[in-house]
């Protein structure tokens, strides 16, 4: 069986640092500009610059037009990269926030690729773990590749690079394969019928 794969797929990366110098945001660029060479067409959601409330159930999402518009953005993509700093062993609570905002309708059936930044020489192996088990939840395809860049202060060169060569092959081919799986995404999470 042939699937039908997206030629150009549309992956929005959201970042869980509002840093003003945020490592979690440099790794965001770096992978987004590797989808890009592969065909993809990306958006970084920087949260810094979204009005965003906190999730609450029964809130009135009309009433706050960048949580339509994160939703809308989310909805209209074939792939998704969640990228947190490790806080105090887990996710960031702006990038669950964010997640929390939307639900099925816009995460279900999405290729998503988990990025984790620590400042500890651990990593961020504990907030991947849990953002693994959201992803579940929320139906996506969660891609087995990931990473995580410990001591996030001197990993990255002036330019923006990683100056570990193994980090940055691992960003680079979690960003390709992400490519790849949101490609068939779609294809592969249609309901029957659909
Ligand atoms: C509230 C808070 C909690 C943190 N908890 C951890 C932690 O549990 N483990 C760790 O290695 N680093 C921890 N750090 C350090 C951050 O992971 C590190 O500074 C990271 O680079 C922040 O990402 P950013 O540069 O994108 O803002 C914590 C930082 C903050 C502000």
């Not at 030629?7 to 979690?24: E, Q």
């Not at 999402?61 to 953005?73: F, I, K, S, T």
């Not at 990593?123 to 087995?144: E, F, S, V, Y």
């Amino acid at each position: 069986m042939l699937l039908e794969e997206v030629a150009h797929p549309r992956i929005v990366a959201i970042c869980g640092s509002l840093g003003a110098d945020s490592s979690t945001r440099r790794a965001c660029e770096l992978a987004l500009s590797i989808a890009e060479g592969e065909g993809a067409q990306t958006t970084l959601v920087d949260l810094r610059e979204w009005h965003l409330p906190f999730a609450a159930s029964g809130f009135d999402a009309g009433e706050w037009p960048d949580v339509l518009r994160l939703n809308d953005l989310v909805q209209n993509s074939e792939g998704l990269l969640w990228a947190t700093p490790e806080y105090h062993g887990s996710y960031s609570g702006v990038l669950k926030n964010a997640l929390d905002l939307g639900s099925f309708d816009q995460y279900a059936g999405k290729a998503v690729a988990l990025l984790g930044v620590a400042g500890g020489a651990i990593g961020a192996t504990q907030a991947l773990g849990h953002l693994r088990g959201i992803a579940r939840t929320l139906h996506c395809l969660c891609i087995n590749e990931q990473v995580s860049i410990p001591r996030a202060y001197s990993a990255f060169d002036g330019e923006g690079k990683l100056k570990d060569e193994k980090l940055a092959a691992g960003v680079e081919h979690m960003a390709r394969e992400l490519v790849r799986w949101s490609k068939i995404a779609p294809a592969l999470t249609a309901k029957a019928g659909a």
